[in-house]
């Protein structure tokens, strides 16, 4: 079964810094790995997809590496802003899992001005 | 702009009361899928139609009904709501021609139990 945890559960930055968020699954048999904004009490904005053949995929700020092998992904924002507050969530789709997502608990981002 | 709708944003009923939360997308994407999102947790996969065919978790609970009439709508039906039914619902579609399309998801609808 796909398990997927997400280091550490809630992180406070000021604002300039560069960040990494982790994120760790237990199947490395996925097709991609996909990365979500949410902020409260609101739906999922698709930030970033990488395909398991794809070893990283950037946009803006963003950027997100694989490595398959590990078990392992990480999201790097660049100069992070307060607007950049949210919580950060990954998902996982699966060989073993009928091609569904799994997701993650969620890295909660807060960015101080 | 293609996108994922759900309504009503936030809804409230009574224990036992049925409900049901609708999702429409204009993007044409013949999967469709329901999540569950409680507070600070991952969501759920509850279940989701690869066009008509409809695929149940197996620990959704048979309280939890799905219908899609047509390629754009799909519902989701809580026969009895119960208190731990308050949540987070999510709707989410995908191109299911490959499974290295991505979801796309709609604003969700916060469910309260009262």
């Given at each position: 079964?796909?398990?997927?945890?997400?280091?550490?559960?809630?992180?406070?930055?000021?604002?300039?810094?560069?960040?990494?968020?982790?994120?760790?699954?237990?199947?490395?048999?996925?097709?991609?790995?996909?990365?979500?904004?949410?902020?409260?009490?609101?739906?999922?904005?698709?930030?970033?997809?990488?395909?398991?053949?794809?070893?990283?995929?950037?946009?803006?700020?963003?950027?997100?590496?694989?490595?398959?092998?590990?078990?392992?992904?990480?999201?790097?924002?660049?100069?992070?802003?307060?607007?950049?507050?949210?919580?950060?969530?990954?998902?996982?789709?699966?060989?073993?899992?009928?091609?569904?997502?799994?997701?993650?608990?969620?890295?909660?981002?807060?960015?101080?001005? | 702009?293609?996108?994922?709708?759900?309504?009503?944003?936030?809804?409230?009923?009574?224990?036992?009361?049925?409900?049901?939360?609708?999702c429409?997308?204009?993007?044409?994407?013949n999967?469709?899928?329901?999540?569950?999102?409680?507070?600070?947790?991952?969501?759920?996969?509850?279940?989701?139609y690869?066009?008509?065919?409809?695929?149940?978790?197996?620990?959704?609970?048979?309280?939890?009904?799905?219908?899609?009439?047509?390629?754009?709508?799909?519902?989701?039906?809580?026969?009895?709501?119960?208190?731990?039914?308050?949540?987070?619902?999510?709707?989410?579609?995908?191109?299911?021609?490959?499974?290295?399309?991505?979801?796309?998801?709609?604003?969700?609808?916060?469910?309260?139990?009262?």
């Open positions: 079964k796909q398990e997927v945890t997400q280091i550490p559960a809630a992180l406070s930055v000021p604002e300039g810094e560069n960040l990494v968020l982790n994120c760790s699954f237990t199947d490395s048999a996925i097709y991609n790995l996909q990365w979500f904004r949410q902020d409260p009490g609101k739906g999922l904005t698709s930030l970033l997809l990488i395909q398991s053949s794809q070893r990283e995929q950037t946009s803006g700020r963003l950027n997100a590496s694989l490595d398959k092998s590990s078990g392992r992904s990480t999201l790097y924002i660049a100069a992070s802003q307060p607007g950049d507050s949210a919580t950060y969530l990954c998902a996982v789709r699966t060989y073993n899992y009928g091609q569904n997502f799994v997701f993650g608990p969620g890295t909660r981002l807060s960015v101080l001005p | 702009d293609a996108m994922v709708i759900q309504n009503p944003r936030y809804q409230v009923t009574q224990f036992g009361k049925p409900v049901t939360l609708s429409s997308q204009t993007l044409n994407h999967v469709m899928y329901w999540y569950q999102q409680k507070s600070s947790q991952a969501p759920k996969l509850l279940f989701h690869y066009d008509k065919d409809f695929n149940n978790e197996a620990d959704t609970p048979d309280n939890f009904q799905s219908r899609r009439p047509n390629t754009s709508f799909c519902f989701l039906d809580i026969r009895s709501p119960g208190l731990g039914d308050a949540a987070m619902y999510l709707c989410a579609t995908s191109r299911g021609s490959t499974a290295y399309n991505e979801q796309f998801f709609g604003p969700g609808t916060r469910l309260t139990v009262l």
